[in-house]
């Protein structure tokens, strides 16, 4: 019998147990991860940006989760060795429409309290050669670094306060009792006091199994990245994004400056057909089902079907992916656009159509389920871990 028991290893699930550990010293805890190895998923497979919390909308928990995500991020990583670099972002407008999001995104920094600095034509000309834009925004706070690394040693900590974990161990059913929750996987079945889920793409399953998830449903979009050759490293020395449209949630093709030393392009937001869909072809027909078969996924396809469709065209002619750089960065040539690890992004979407916007959370009696915890989640782990062990104490009615 464990007093709490967390589902998915994570980055985030990984922040919640260390964090549950330190603050119930006395507790028994385990993870479980269905995969043989750890932060096999979003974790291990973004762009590994600190972000600062530019984008999201104020008094929301990404905008409030992000911003002290940044901060504790960084103190993590010079507590533990772990190698970071904060070489700031620049978000550059390369047309009227968007150099007017610009001014507007400049002031949604401001309402977050976030530092930044509108820069001319001349001036982002001076910061960065290579890059063509009407101006920019300079944000000095975002960083780089490997979440991997970051999650290895959460997992680390944590078995050293005395928490436990077990790979291999696919959740298959779960049941809540007045006394205790229930976990069977397909290696051993378990009970606990308190269950925190916190799955990613497989988030909608297990909230699914307490009756929690009726309202919504993961829809995977995978991001395709590629990998500047060795020539073009040090083409930029920021952090490179587009503006991002606001009509849609994702940010767009960008510049990564690795802490590898390499640069990324991308990721694009296509539509998966396989949750885990990180080779060429990914269709999955129990995947594609659930997922055509909930009606808030019409909804939003309804919605967004010249988007879609433009990602699709990009996505299979690689002269689409290379014109969305191009606008910024026009050096760039399609030998440059070098194959890189797949992302896969696992995106709630409600059943009336919107695309939850927010992290997401359900609760039992006994349980929590973190069912919407896309980028910035990442940067957010440490504090979306001290959210969890906040409300599994005042639910619990323990002190801690």
Known sequence: MYDFIVIGGGIVGLSSAWQLQQRFPDKRILLLEKEPVLASHQTGRNSGVIHAGVYYAPGSRKAEFCKAGLRATIAFCREHNIQF?????????????????????????????????????????????????????????TGIVDYRQIAEKMATAFQQLGGEIELNSRVEALCEQPQAIHVSTGSGSYRAGFLVTCAGLGADRLAGMMGLAADFRIVPFRGEYYRLPESKKRI?????????????????????????????????????????????????????????????????????????????????????????????????????????????????????????????????????????????????????????????????????
């Not at 290579?130 to 920019?136: C, F, K, V, Y």
């Open 236 to 400: 930029v020395k920021h952090l490179i994004y587009p503006i991002p449209d606001p009509s849609m949630p994702f940010l767009g093709v960008h510049l990564t400056p690795m802490i590898d030393g390499s640069i990324t392009v991308g990721p694009n937001a296509l539509l998966g057909w396989k949750r885990e869909g990180y080779e060429a072809l990914n269709f999955n027909l129990a995947d594609t089902v659930q997922m055509l078969s909930f009606p808030g996924f019409w909804r939003v396809a309804m919605g967004n079907v010249r988007a879609g469709l433009g990602e699709v065209k990009d996505a299979w002619f690689k002269t689409g992916y290379l014109r969305r750089v191009q606008k910024y960065c026009p050096q760039l040539t399609l030998n440059d656009l070098q194959p890189h690890p797949v992302g896969i992004r696992a995106q709630a979407v409600m059943r009336d159509g919107r695309l939850a916007d927010d992290f997401l959370f359900r609760e039992s009696r006994r349980s929590l389920h973190v069912c919407n915890a896309p980028s910035p989640a990442a940067t957010s782990a440490i504090p979306i871990g001290q959210y969890i062990c906040d409300r599994v104490a005042e639910t619990m009615g323990i002190a801690g």
């Open 85 to 141: 670099r904060q070489p700031g972002k620049l978000l550059v407008a390369t047309d009227e429409p968007e150099y007017r999001r610009m001014l507007a995104l400049g002031q949604r920094c401001r309402e977050n309290r976030i530092t930044v600095q509108q820069l001319s034509r001349a001036e982002l000309k001076q910061r960065e050669p290579n890059i063509t834009g009407l101006g920019a925004l300079f944000v000095a706070e």
